[in-house]
């Protein structure tokens, strides 16, 4: 195990214990944020190297006192990966305020909170990553979308002023449009006659979130696309 610590946010059975997973074996100690204690804990028992830290992205607060911990247990962040996501699915005027706000707490507010708490060491040391699971709602607001494309979109376009902010001073900060329906229990009971190629791996999401996190300073990516060859786009 090595000094270099990964966070990761919004850790469920899907991306985000793939995400774990993937850092972990690359020697990563990896810090585990999402609101289920009951999950995480499992998750830690379960992969070596990987620490549990309950709490709300959304709640300033909560997100303060999870890096704190975080930074007294495991040192500073060198990546975070920034999968935290919500929000309803529903039209426009079917869309209660409060879970659009709660849309944009998770996915925009809880980038901007999380960001903040990493960023300072990453300067300090002149490099460091910070990585977020987008989707295609950040790019256009489908008909049923009404509450979760704008929060997605608000959370690209604060990834592209990060990255413009920090990436000049070391930090590589990317996007990465997950496209497509992940394959975890819940969708493959949902989409149960669909084929395996249907759906988007989440350990393969994993290894391109990877492959970022190794880039080059001289060809850094900021967006990258990722999508089962069927999908439209």
Not at 42 to 60: F, M, N, S, T
Not at 78 to 102: C, M
Request: with cysteine; net charge negative.
């Amino acid at each position: 195990m090595s000094d270099r610590v990964c966070a990761v946010t919004g850790v469920g059975p899907g991306t985000g214990a793939a995400l774990v997973r993937r850092f972990a074996a690359e020697g990563y100690r990896v810090a585990m944020l999402a609101r289920s204690a009951e999950r995480l804990e499992e998750l830690a028992r379960a992969i070596p190297g990987a620490g549990a830290y309950a709490g709300d992205v959304g709640d300033e607060a909560a997100v303060r006192d999870a890096f704190a911990r975080i930074r007294s247990e495991l040192g500073p962040v060198e990546t975070l990966l920034y999968n935290a996501g919500s929000g309803v699915f529903a039209p426009f005027l079917d869309t209660p305020p409060d879970a659009f706000e709660a849309a944009w707490r998770v996915n925009a507010l809880g980038l901007l909170l999380c960001g903040r708490e990493v960023a300072p060491a990453m300067l300090d040391a002149g490099h460091g990553n910070i990585l977020v699971t987008g989707a295609t709602a950040s790019l256009r607001g489908g008909a049923n979308f009404a509450a979760f494309a704008p929060a997605k979109a608000a959370q690209r376009v604060l990834a592209q002023s990060m990255a413009r902010s920090l990436g000049p001073r070391g930090i590589h900060v990317g996007y990465v449009v997950v496209d497509g329906v992940i394959d975890i229990p819940n969708t493959r009971a949902f989409f149960g006659d669909r084929p395996d190629d249907f759906f988007l791996k989440p350990d393969a999401i994993a290894e391109a979130f990877w492959q970022l996190a190794q880039q080059d300073r001289s060809a850094w990516t900021f967006e990258l696309d990722v999508r089962p060859f069927g999908e439209r786009w």
